[in-house]
């Protein structure tokens, strides 16, 4: 039977030469659907950028469907569409900018990682903690950030600490 070339953006299969192979690759079917396969991953800004500039198409208004389907170069999304899509890009882009909390504006966790480095070399430098300074520090360190707060797997130095303090005494010799 010899071989067979399987097009995944088709679903076909056929005899595998060099003639099959330029002609289906060059086909209009080929193209739409590679061009289906990927508008299927696009970004919603990028969709909705693009329905923007498209003119509604009057026939997919007026009947309810068009004759080009989604090979149309007209828009077919209604008003309520194009408003869901609006709010579906700014949530997207919320939810990126939102890494930043709003209780504490401008803050990262490069931020807070370089202020905690610079508070433990500060009190390793002083020699022995006072109780004064370890209620400071289980305080500062409650501040995590909360993109930390929802990894899973946390490393065990960067949780933080219990409401009723660590458990066991801190030893002098240790410092």
Excluded: T
Excluded at 11 to 22: A, E, G, I, P, V
Excluded at 52 to 57: A, G, M, T
Excluded at 63 to 84: A, L, Q, T, Y
């Amino acid at each position: 039977m010899g071989r067979r070339y399987y097009c995944d953006y088709c679903d076909r299969s056929f005899q595998d030469n060099m003639h099959n192979r330029k002609k289906h690759l060059f086909g209009v079917q080929h193209h739409r659907a590679k061009k289906a396969w990927y508008d299927y991953f696009r970004d919603s800004s990028a969709i909705l950028c693009d329905e923007q500039l498209k003119k509604p198409c009057r026939k997919f208004l007026q009947k309810g469907i068009c004759d080009f389907g989604p090979n149309c170069r007209f828009s077919h999304m209604s008003e309520e569409d194009m408003f869901h899509l609006q709010r579906q890009v700014e949530d997207e882009r919320r939810l990126r900018e939102g890494a930043v909390d709003s209780r504490m504006p401008g803050r990262c966790v490069e931020d807070w990682l370089s202020r905690r480095e610079k508070r433990r070399s500060a009190l390793g430098n002083q020699g022995d903690l006072k109780d004064k300074d370890v209620s400071e520090e289980v305080q500062e360190e409650s501040d995590i950030p909360p993109q930390l707060l929802s990894v899973h797997d946390l490393p065990p130095s960067l949780l933080p600490p219990p409401p009723s303090g660590w458990k066991g005494k801190v030893n002098s010799e240790w410092g």
